[in-house]
């Protein structure tokens, strides 16, 4: 598979909550959330941000470094977890606000949590091969921390909003050109270690109030981490026998940001060289899916590689599910 990545473009709320500052709502001595989660500051949406309009600001940066419009786009895929609304799905509404009706590309979601962004370009490439599309938009928006709560340290000063919108083109040219290898693995046991119990069919939360435990951010860390401890060295190594590269060999590492924890793991499971490591945690928090994508856009735009180097996408997402896609440029 192969695709050429056309641009690619970010968007950050403008709030920026430090460390210190949860440290104090949360109740608990300064210093202990970025000690213990490796996250000293994180962009937090308030006022006007919505899932769909930081997504739509990203793409508009994305189109305008391409410089294309959206009538030049074939299907626009919104890749992440976070909703505006239970129904109509993120995609349309994006569209909606670049878009009317004299452009009629279909629109989808793809919710697959934390690697909803990798997700996304796979079905995008797969489209791309196909013959059937020539232009695809990816974006991905979070929203965290509408469901985070101080009772939770761990979880309420990991979390971080962003967005992230690339263009993909089936075209020869510069920039991101070739899919080396994608896989992904799903692991029943974990699939409610990570979740958010209220809101859906199972639970609607009809008569709780706003500040009921159900709607916030519930996460089995200790058995996630476990868990993909247990299998992480196995999927790699299946990468490397399938693709012939070692992942000591791969130029640029993108992990999702999990986890300081989880990130040294990674670091040290595969006696990865850390200076390869595509880190963005310290300063933005674990964005869910958009995580990986601000990597990939770090790579892209402020590294700007040359031809030849490899860069790997990794992470795990809620469910427990574990994946990747290796790609060379």
């Known amino acids: 598979m192969s695709f050429t990545i056309r641009s690619i473009a970010r968007y950050l709320p403008q709030t920026v909550i430090n460390s210190r500052s949860l440290d104090s709502n949360a109740g608990i001595r300064e210093g202990w959330i970025e000690k213990n989660t490796g996250v000293s500051s994180r962009h937090w949406a308030c006022g006007k941000d919505t899932v769909c309009g930081m997504a739509a600001n990203a793409l508009s940066a994305a189109m305008g470094k391409a410089r ?45 949590t934390c690697l909803s962004f990798i997700q996304a370009l796979d079905v995008a490439s797969l489209y791309l091969d196909s013959g059937r599309h020539k232009r695809v938009a990816v974006v991905t928006a979070e929203m965290p921390s509408i469901a985070l ?57 009809i008569g709780y109030p706003a500040t009921h435990s159900g709607y916030f951010f519930k996460m089995e860390g200790r058995k996630l981490m476990k868990l993909g401890c247990d299998v992480l060295g196995e999927f790699i190594k299946k990468m490397e026998a399938a693709t012939g590269l070692s992942v000591q060999d791969i130029d640029y590492i993108v992990p ?17 060289n850390r200076c390869k490591v595509i880190s963005t945690l310290p300063v933005y928090g674990n964005c869910i899916s958009a995580s990986v994508a601000l990597g990939l856009e770090q790579v892209i735009n402020d590294h700007r590689p040359p031809p030849g180097k490899t860069i790997l996408l990794v992470g795990s997402g809620a469910g427990f599910t574990l994946g990747c896609m290796l790609l060379k440029i």
């Open 68 to 112: 294309i419009t959206h009538v030049d786009l074939d299907l626009l895929i919104y890749a992440g977890s976070c909703h505006d609304y239970p129904v109509p799905h993120n995609s349309v509404i994006i569209k909606s606000m670049i878009s009317d009706d004299s452009t009629t590309f279909n629109c989808m979601d793809i919710d697959t």
């Open 149 to 205: 709560h101080p009772s939770d340290p761990k979880v309420y000063g990991l979390f971080g909003d962003a967005a992230a919108a690339v263009i993909l083109e089936k075209t020869t040219g510069t920039s991101l050109r070739n899919v080396l290898y994608t896989d992904f693995e799903n692991y029943p046991s974990g699939a409610h270690w990570a979740i958010v119990p209220t809101g859906g069919a199972n639970d609607r939360g």
């Open 256 to 272: 999702h940001q999990a986890s300081k924890v989880a990130t040294e793991f990674l670091i040290k499971k595969c006696n990865i």
